[in-house]
């Protein structure tokens, strides 16, 4: 089946600083979604993302559909401390089936 | 509008039983699919149920069952527990099948012991 590769698998910041994360797929994808999960809840929809070279914010989120149609990234800019929390990509094929989620990217904000 | 709301939040079983989880969509959304999600493995599909009808399912054995009721609500069933069962399951609602954007409730903890 098809593998998403998402990295950095954890990340050790500064708040303020700026914080970049990526997914790749070995195939192609029609949407793309990110979602922010916290300890013992589900994950929380940030941005969904569904045309090739999409490029969507919310609030200081901005992530891309990339132009290959095999990748996306999510930023983070100036990061606070209720940033931290499991970042997870998630990506459907063109055949329209189910989700298929990265690792998580793991990130903490230090104070 | 309220979010995607899942009962119970905890449960302990033992090995053996079995347990059924339930899920509520947002209102107006009709299609349910179902997530396990483990540390070691992630999150893994289970299966996606629109208009009470299963459209798809991932690889998990039999003992894992769904069924989705005419108001959209699910429910999922784990017969004979075992011990690698224990995980968050769960479930999210989209507005149509194939499902696009997915919006996730809280979760169920299961452990079995």
């Known amino acids: 089946g098809q593998q998403l590769n998402q990295s950095p698998q954890s990340m050790f910041i500064q708040e303020g600083e700026d914080v970049s994360m990526n997914c790749t797929s070995s195939?192609?994808?029609?949407?793309w979604l990110w979602y922010k999960q916290d300890p013992g809840e589900g994950p929380v929809l940030l941005i969904a993302?569904?045309?090739?070279?999409e490029l969507t914010s919310n609030g200081r989120l901005t992530a891309q559909f990339g132009i290959t149609r095999k990748d996306s990234f999510l930023n983070i800019s100036a990061s606070i401390p209720s940033d931290v929390g499991i970042y997870f990509c998630?990506?459907?094929?063109?055949?329209?089936?189910?989700?298929?989620f990265g690792e998580g990217t793991q990130l903490t904000v230090n104070p | 509008k309220a979010g995607v709301t899942q009962t119970p939040r905890y449960l302990i079983k033992t090995r053996g039983q079995q347990v059924t989880l339930s899920c509520s969509p947002i209102?107006?959304?009709?299609?349910v699919s179902w997530y396990q999600q483990t540390p070691g493995q992630g999150l893994q599909f289970l299966f996606e149920?629109?208009?009470?009808?299963?459209?798809n399912k991932g690889n998990f054995p039999g003992r894992f069952s769904g069924r989705q009721f005419s108001n959209s609500r699910s429910e999922m069933n784990v017969s004979t527990l075992e011990l690698g069962d224990s995980a968050l399951y769960l479930c999210?609602?989209?507005?149509?099948?194939?499902?696009?954007?997915?919006?996730f409730g809280p979760g169920t903890r299961l452990t079995v012991l």
């Open positions: 999210a609602s989209s507005l149509v099948s194939p499902p696009t954007t997915q919006y």
């Open positions: 195939s192609i994808f029609n949407t």
């Open positions: 993302l569904y045309k090739a070279g």
């Open positions: 998630a990506g459907q094929e063109t055949s329209g089936s189910r989700l298929t």
């Open positions: 209102s107006g959304h009709r299609s």
């Open positions: 149920y629109f208009s009470e009808t299963q459209r």
